[in-house]
Nanobody
Framework: QVQLVESGGGLVQAGGSLRLSCTAS????????MGWFRQAPGKEREFVAV????????NYADSVKGRFTISRDSGKNTVYLQMNSLKPEDTAVYYC??????????????WGQGTQVTVSS
């Protein structure tokens, strides 16, 4: 079982930036595909970004391409989501997730508790 703890959420004005972090408990962190999902009030949880175990392959939702960057530091068992040019529609609870499947099959198996991101207009 992988335990994930997110941090870095908060309140920011439109156009601003935030960096989310997610630290995993297991030393086998480097063997997991990692990603981020988000859930806005009244909406279903949606995929945001994913990164391969090596960090060499990434994929993003169309709504965040060019604004968000996912990265990982295996030495720190941590995955990051750098969010730039934030928009009010990015407001949501952001969840970190780990999965043993491939980037293409990533659906999220282990989940963090979520961190709130609020973007004011």
């Amino acid at each position: 079982q992988v335990q994930l703890v997110e941090s870095g959420g908060g309140l920011v004005q439109a156009g601003g930036s935030l960096r989310l972090s997610c630290t995993a408990s297991q030393r086998t962190f480097s063997s997991y595909v990692m990603g981020w999902f988000r859930q806005a009030p009244g909406k279903e949880r949606e995929f945001v970004a994913v990164i391969s175990w090596s960090g060499g392959v990434t994929n993003y939702a169309d709504s965040v391409k060019g604004r968000f960057t996912i990265s990982r530091d295996s030495g720190k068992n941590t995955v990051y989501l750098q969010m730039n040019s934030l928009k009010p529609e990015d407001t949501a609870v952001y969840y970190c997730s780990a999965d043993s499947r491939s980037v293409q099959a990533f659906q999220g198996r282990y989940w963090g508790q979520g961190t709130q991101v609020t973007v004011s207009s």
